[in-house]
């Protein structure tokens, strides 16, 4: 038993969902952004609402992590935090990337079962965030900001056909030119196909410290910045 508020605002699109033993039960969306700094707390105030207004328990908040907007990502994981401390609620983090993944396996658009997904998250020019995974979700390749050229995925791609999506997908679709190489349009990471991942994590107990937690590009800038200057 399990609710879960999910917050997703790594992209242009603001999303929040609610979540109960496994389905979703609420969810709001702008496309029209970036406007996470708009949208985000009148979806958050509407959907504890909803929980509030069922009777339901808000168990966690699950938010996504990155790679994405740093403002963001930023933006989201304030509103998470927030949520949590007020109602005290455990903190779970969601990976972008991973995170795409799930409306392309739920839509079955993948049918070869050698076949392998990237998800890429746009970071301008021909640089993406990209990882690689198997029709399980198991990782094949860690994630990697990846200049794309002609050879960037050629191993994998000599061995398997390769499902592109996500934001920074489209534009590398001529660069990679390979025959086993198909593009899959209109995904985006949002907060109605997070459960999946929240849930797991929820109930194998990988929760994040609500007080030091930061998502992916904060924590890339906390490795890289001398002490003296934190």
Known sequence: MSCILHIETST??????????????????DHEGPNHAVKSGVFVDEALSFIDTNLL???????????????????????????????????????????????????EKVKEEDALLCPMIDARRMEVYAQVFNRSLKEVRSIQADVVDADTYRSFLDEHPIYF?????????????????HLIEGIEP???????????????????????????????????????LL
């Open 12 to 29: 242009n699109v603001c999303s929040v969902a609610v979540s109960q033993d496994g389905a979703c039960v609420f969810s709001r969306e």
């Open 165 to 181: 999506f996500g934001n920074g997908a489209a534009k590398c679709m001529d660069t990679i030119n390979h025959p086993n190489a």
């Open 190 to 228: 949002l907060a109605q196909w997070m459960f999946p991942l929240a849930e797991r994590r929820f109930f194998d107990g990988q929760f994040e410290d609500v007080a030091y937690f930061v998502p992916y590009y904060l924590k890339d800038f906390v490795a890289k910045t001398p002490k003296k």
């Open 57 to 107: 328990t808000l168990d966690a908040v699950a938010v996504s992590c990155g790679p994405g907007s740093y403002t963001g990502l930023r933006i989201g994981v304030s509103m998470a935090k927030g949520i949590c401390y007020g109602r005290d609620a455990k903190l779970v983090a969601v990976p972008t990337l991973p995170l795409l993944c799930v409306p392309v396996l739920l839509s």
